[in-house]
């Protein structure tokens, strides 16, 4: 779709220096852009790239004061970056905007689909499943027997969800992310064998959750793994049965998460943080990536590093002192000498 500068300001509430009928039909960086497509301007330190972009159309703020002739139209607005991050999100909105029902799929004849909902080729909706209004379900997905789906979710390609999973509005899982896969639950055999434990529960996901691509979540062994209302993960991290992540928590990737562990309301786990289980987190906390978590952390808004982790600000004097550990060792030794000299003079 093309849309013109008028439109555009029209949008935003700004006004047009140029040619007001020009169009565009994509959005690009101020500094790779071609003609038909729009940027925008918020960081002075990309501001020569606006006197030789090659897009037609920039977005910059109501002061900027022009040092040079611009070939681009440009629609002033108060702030350039959030007249973009909106159009970004329009943008969005038009291209998920998939409706229908495309074939082949298998929608069981006891599920309840609602209205307006996409439903793509492929894709295996199963007994007794229930899809709120709004809902997209893009292909090669599967959803298994009872599970429930609230209203304006989406499920990118290849999502799989296992039976009697819940999931709230507004939920976004992406493609590859698998929730309600069996817990890691086996009992220790007399002959060093392991015996499976069946995996009985389910997985909750709790409104305005959004799931990372190819991001797995256990189901409980017995209860829920509950993940509350707008937590965000990150792709590739693996929480394990029964634990419960607590709402608006934001967790990087490749993160593991152990079982039974409880994880507080607005916490921040970096990349590659590990979680053993039966522990809990308190709210607020924030852990570096690469960190290890081996114990309770009982303090509210806390920062926490290393492995194990311990206080972020006490770990950044450690590691100050340890890359001085070669300079520490040869002052050590010349202090060796020199007591070795004084005990032989005496």
């Not at 890691?184 to 996901?205: C, E, M, R, S």
């Not at 189901?219 to 792709?235: C, E, F, H, P, Q």
């Not at 993160?255 to 943080?273: D, F, N």
Request: aromatic share 6%; glycine share 10%; hydrophobic share 40%.
């Amino acid at each position: 779709m093309q849309f013109t500068a008028q439109q555009i300001a029209l949008l935003l509430n700004g006004t047009v220096e140029g040619d007001p009928l020009v169009a565009v039909n994509q959005l690009a960086k101020i500094e790779e852009a071609v003609a038909g497509t729009l940027s925008f301007l918020a960081n002075p330190k990309y501001e020569q790239y606006l006197y030789t972009t090659n897009a037609s159309i920039v977005i910059v703020n109501n002061d900027l004061q022009l040092t040079g002739p611009v070939k681009a139209t440009l629609i002033r607005v108060d702030n350039a970056y959030s007249a973009f991050t909106l159009l970004l999100d329009q943008y969005q909105t038009i291209k998920l905007n998939k409706s229908g029902i495309e074939q082949p799929n298998f929608v069981h004849p006891s599920a309840t689909i609602g209205k307006d909902v996409y439903i793509g080729a492929f894709a295996y909706i199963g007994p007794d499943v229930k899809v709120g209004d709004n809902s997209k379900i893009y292909p090669n997905t599967y959803i298994g027997d009872n599970v429930t789906i609230g209203k304006n979710v989406t499920l990118f390609a290849g999502v799989k969800v296992y039976f009697d999973c819940v999931l709230g509005d507004n939920v976004i899982v992406h493609s590859g992310a698998i929730i309600g896969s069996d817990g890691f639950g086996f009992a220790p055999a007399g002959d060093g064998t392991y015996k499976k434990i069946a995996q009985i529960g389910n997985v909750i996901l709790e409104d305005d959750v959004e799931v990372g691509s190819n991001t797995t979540i256990d189901r409980a062994t017995m209860g829920s793994t509950v993940i509350r209302k707008g937590v965000k993960l990150d792709n590739l991290i693996q929480i394990a049965h029964n634990v419960e992540i607590g709402s608006n928590t934001v967790i990087a990737a490749q993160t593991g998460i152990s079982g039974s562990t409880k994880i507080g309301e607005q916490v921040i786990l970096g990349g590659q943080v590990g979680v053993v289980g039966h522990i809990s987190i308190a709210r607020g906390s924030q852990v570096q990536a690469q960190s290890g978590i081996g114990r309770t952390i009982d303090e509210e808004n806390k920062k926490w590093a290393g492995t194990p982790a311990f206080a972020y600000s006490s770990n950044m004097r450690s590691q100050v002192v340890i890359q001085r550990l070669p300079e520490l060792e040869k002052r050590i030794q010349e202090l060796e000498k020199i007591i070795a000299e004084l005990r032989k003079s005496s």
